[in-house]
């Protein structure tokens, strides 16, 4: 037997990729500073663990609806109804076990072979992996680090067409960090108003920010209809490992997405929705204090990898890394990437892990302590002193 042929098109995630290299050097006695896993370091907020423990005690351990319990659907309206400033209803939320089935299922029920995507770039890498699975065709649009990591308007105008049949956002951004300015999606949004597309707008660090608030498209009048919202849990509540995320979209599209989730998945798990409601519906006060402790070492990581020769880095305005331009070093970004892994002890991934846009770039992921931050510095510095590095031999 053979794979299909569909699967040489779809991709991976290189942050992955490189876990497993940077865990190889810690297995041989090496110290590695990991920054490469865009993961919050804080623990679930507790009354959210509490809420999941009650829950499976209490019996959520069974099958629950495809679409997600109703009481769930309900708060999470709510939310995207206040924070957004538009009018949801449940009957427009899918729950869904974790973020990424909200780019496959409706990419899956949208497009032909053949139909064009838009997207960002360098972006999460999955928007390309799952355009190319189903073999339509991914137009890269770059995102300029001289508008702060905004579109240009005019390059993006110029890619659409009849054969686009989908744009897709993402702000705050994976992995530069920025967030596109309200002016720009509401000139996106009067381009593709009165064009057949649909618009994907990835939220999932809509609360993670460090400036004015993110812009969603769906607060543009007459684009709630047009627009998919993604959202979830996994970056704001530090609950990566519960799987749990949501989709706002026009019900029919929730109907087709409801297909696919329960030949796929049934439904997402009972108990986790239990904490998920927690979370939404409870204090607020850990996740307010992770976003300043991500600030805080924004602040000091950008400060720092600003003093190194050959650094150039943009201070971002939301998410939680740092995309500094490396081209002042003479080196690819793969290049200095693997150094850095290899040499300095320091994990880190190529800006091109995220697409060809992303040469020039690294992308450090801030999830880490201020004095890990501070050490990668420190070895970065280092190696790039023309040095030689230290062992890095792991304490015992």
């Not at 370091?41 to 629950?64: E, N, Q």
């Not at 812009?215 to 490992?241: N, Q, R």
Request: net charge neutral.
């Amino acid at each position: 037997m053979k794979l299909a042929g569909r699967m040489s098109r779809i991709g991976t995630e290189t942050a992955f990729e490189v876990l497993v290299r940077a865990r190889n050097l810690e297995a041989q006695g090496r110290s590695i500073v990991h920054l490469e896993i865009g993961e919050p370091d804080f623990p679930t907020p507790a009354h959210v663990i509490a809420a999941g423990k009650k829950a499976l005690d209490d019996g959520w351990t069974h099958y629950g609806p495809t679409q997600g319990y109703p009481e769930f659907r309900e708060a999470i309206a709510q939310h995207v109804s206040t924070t957004r400033g538009i009018r949801v209803g449940p009957g427009q939320v899918s729950v869904v076990p974790g973020g990424k089935p909200i780019l496959f299922f409706p990419m899956l029920a949208l497009l032909e072979p053949g139909d064009e995507v838009i997207y960002p770039n360098p972006g999460f890498p999955i928007y390309e992996s799952v355009i190319r699975f189903l073999g339509a065709t991914p137009v890269p649009v770059p995102l300029v680090e001289e508008k702060a990591f905004s579109f240009d308007l005019d390059l993006l105008r110029s890619k659409l067409n009849d054969r686009t049949k989908l744009i897709i956002l993402n702000s705050p951004q994976n992995p530069t960090g920025g967030v596109i300015p309200r002016r720009d999606i509401e000139a996106v949004a009067e381009m593709v108003r009165d064009r057949d597309l649909m618009v994907l707008s990835d939220e999932i660090y809509s609360r993670i920010y460090y400036g004015e608030p993110p812009f969603s498209i769906a607060s543009v009048p007459g684009m709630l209809e047009k627009t998919i919202v993604l959202d979830g849990f996994s970056k704001i509540y530090a609950m990566t490992g519960w799987r749990l995320g949501y989709g706002v979209m026009p019900e029919w599209l929730v109907d087709a997405v409801s297909k696919l989730m329960v030949n796929s998945n049934s439904c997402t798990a009972s108990f986790t929705q239990r904490a998920g409601m927690a979370a939404l519906t409870g204090p607020q006060e850990e996740s307010e204090k992770m976003v300043a402790e991500f600030r805080r070492r924004r602040d000091a990581f950008c400060a720092g990898l600003n003093k190194l020769p050959g650094f150039c880095c943009a201070f971002p305005q939301g998410a939680f890394y740092a995309f500094p331009n490396i081209r002042g070093t003479g080196l690819s970004a793969k290049a200095l990437a693997d150094a850095l892994l290899e040499e300095a002890g320091v994990a880190c991934l190529s800006g091109t892990s995220f697409g060809e846009y992303g040469e020039g770039y690294l992308r450090f992921s801030y999830a880490n302590s201020l004095e890990n931050l501070t050490e990668a510095v420190r070895r970065i510095g280092n190696w790039l002193e023309g040095r030689k590095a230290p062992a890095f031999i792991a304490s015992t």
